[in-house]
């Protein structure tokens, strides 16, 4: 079955500062996708960004990145020059590129951005 | 405008109700979920339709039961409601089975 681990239950880091969400997960597959999501404390998710494994070039969505790195099983997320706003909980999440394509979550990390 | 909503956003109610919450996409979706994230935010998911039919169903009390009467809506009705069913329970909704999901806000489900 696959897993996902997220290690770091916290952080914080100062605005304008690079900060790095790990993530690691653990499946047999080699056609799949992870994707990191962000809950703010409205609540809301919010896709962050999309990667598909069989393409070995790394997301970018803005000041948000990700480091791919697919024999290790790895899927950090990079976010540049932070801002208050990014404040919230990050997510990350695999799917299998098959059956029902349900997402495996990760447990979360709170991402604390201070002033 | 709202891509998926979800109503009611709050709902309080004791033990022993039954309740239901509903879900509306405006995005054209084949595929809706429901999913139930407790208090330490992790998150389950709970059942999906696609084009209307059942492709995940995960072990959740069959107090649960959910209905989607076209690709647009999908509800989820709780029966004998319990202490346990406190959470925030998400609706989400994406283009095929293998696409991204977009959530709506969320109801939170209070059980007294």
């Known amino acids: 079955a696959q897993t996902v681990t997220q290690s770091q239950p916290e952080m914080s880091v100062q605005e304008a500062e690079t900060v790095t969400l790990s993530c690691t997960y653990d499946t047999s597959e080699s056609n799949y996708y992870l994707f990191w999501y962000k809950q703010p404390p409205s609540r809301q998710m919010i896709l962050v960004i999309r990667?598909?494994?069989?393409k070995q070039q790394n997301a970018t969505e803005n000041r948000f990145s990700v480091n791919f790195q697919k024999a290790a099983k790895s899927f950090s997320l990079k976010i540049s020059d932070s801002q208050l706003g990014d404040t919230a909980m990050y997510f990350c999440a695999f799917m299998k590129y098959a059956s029902n394509y349900q997402l495996i979550w990760g447990a979360g990390t709170k991402l604390i951005i201070k002033p | 405008d709202t891509a998926v909503s979800q109503t009611p956003k709050y709902l309080v109610t004791q033990m022993g109700n039954d309740k239901s919450i509903k879900c509306e996409q405006n995005l054209g979706h084949d595929t809706m979920y429901w999913y139930k994230q407790d208090s330490k935010k992790f998150l389950k998911i709970m059942f999906s339709y696609n084009n209307k039919e059942l492709i995940i169903n995960e072990t959740v009390p069959n107090r649960f039961s959910p209905k989607s009467p076209d690709k647009a809506h999908l509800n989820l009705h709780i029966n004998s409601l319990e202490l346990g069913d406190s959470a925030v329970y998400f609706c989400a909704s994406s283009q095929s089975p293998s696409y991204e999901q977009y959530f709506g806000p969320g109801t939170r489900l209070t059980v007294t």
């Open positions: 990667q598909e494994a069989y």
